[in-house]
C-alpha cells in the first residue's frame, strides 16, 4: 500500500510510539508484505530467522523487534510487536469502513 503522500520516519514511529535508527526525515512512501515490497516501503519482521530476509529485501524502512545494525540506505523502526504495529499503521492509512449496502453505488 502506498501512502497518500511520502512521510518522515519520525512521523511513522510517532503513529506507532517507537524508536528508530535512521534520520528524522528519513522518507517513508509506503509499506508492504515482504514478497512485494519496494523502496521506500516498510516491511515487518518478528522472528530471527526471517531478519536477514527483511534486511536485505528492497523495503527501505525495516519494523522489527530487535535493534542490529541498520544496512546503509535503510532505517529501522524497533518495536516490541512489529506485527502489531504494522496493522496499527495499516488501519491508520486504511481504516475499516463497514459496508451498508449490498450493491455498489457504481455496480
Do not use: Q, W
Request: charged content about 25%; hydrophobic content about 40%; overall charge negative.
Amino acid at each position: 500500500m502506498k501512502f497518500p503522500k511520502p512521510y518522515t520516519l519520525k512521523e511513522i514511529a510517532d503513529i506507532i510510539n517507537c524508536k528508530y535508527v535512521g534520520n528524522d526525515d528519513f522518507p517513508v512512501a509506503g509499506m508492504n508484505e515482504i514478497h512485494v515490497v519496494e523502496s521506500g516501503d516498510i516491511v515487518f519482521v518478528d522472528h530471527p530467522k526471517y531478519y536477514d530476509k527483511a534486511l536485505n529485501s528492497a523495503a527501505t524502512i525495516v519494523l522489527i523487534n530487535k535493534e542490529v545494525d541498520c544496512p546503509e540506505g535503510k532505517a529501522l523502526l524497533i518495536s516490541d510487536d512489529p506485527f502489531r504495529d504494522f496493522n496499527k499503521l495499516t488501519l491508520h492509512f486504511r481504516p475499516f469502513h463497514p459496508i451498508n449496502t449490498s450493491i455498489s453505488s457504481t455496480a
